[in-house]
């Protein structure tokens, strides 16, 4: 599986991006997708995550302000990113995990099993 990720760059505060993941190979429709980051001197974090059935989860910290969304017949997974601050800079990372569901624990970086390469996203 590989998995690309697109959209990353420089915003101002309160801006918007929108990312987008796209993977080989047919595994989205029943795989779980997540969006990680990764800011320097921090451990990576699950920001956003979505089920094979379209249902979603959300880090505390972009609630109300991210939007995770799927499309299964182009094997593409997106993520809307609204009213931007500073902290939302990182390198953010989609990452699969082979499973239908996102269980209790959705965010979970060690139960993604691929990785694609990350895209930039700085806020000033």
């Known amino acids: 599986v590989q998995l690309v990720e697109s959209g990353g760059g420089s915003v101002q505060a309160g801006g918007s991006l929108r990312l987008s993941c796209g993977a080989s190979g047919s595994i989205y429709g029943d795989a779980c997708v997540g969006w990680l980051r990764q800011a320097p001197g921090k451990e990576r974090e699950g920001v956003a995550a979505?089920?094979?059935?379209?249902?979603?989860s959300y880090a505390d910290s972009v609630k109300g302000r991210f939007t995770v969304s799927r499309d299964n017949a182009n094997n593409t997974v997106n993520l809307m990113m609204n009213s931007l601050k500073p902290g939302d800079t990182a390198m953010y990372y989609c990452?699969?995990?082979?499973?239908?569901?996102?269980?209790?624990?959705?965010?979970?970086?060690?139960?993604?099993?691929?990785w694609g390469q990350g895209t930039q996203v700085t806020v000033s």
């Open positions: 979505i089920d094979s059935d379209g249902i979603a």
């Open positions: 990452a699969v995990r082979l499973a239908r569901s996102l269980g209790p624990r959705p965010h979970r970086t060690s139960d993604f099993g691929y």
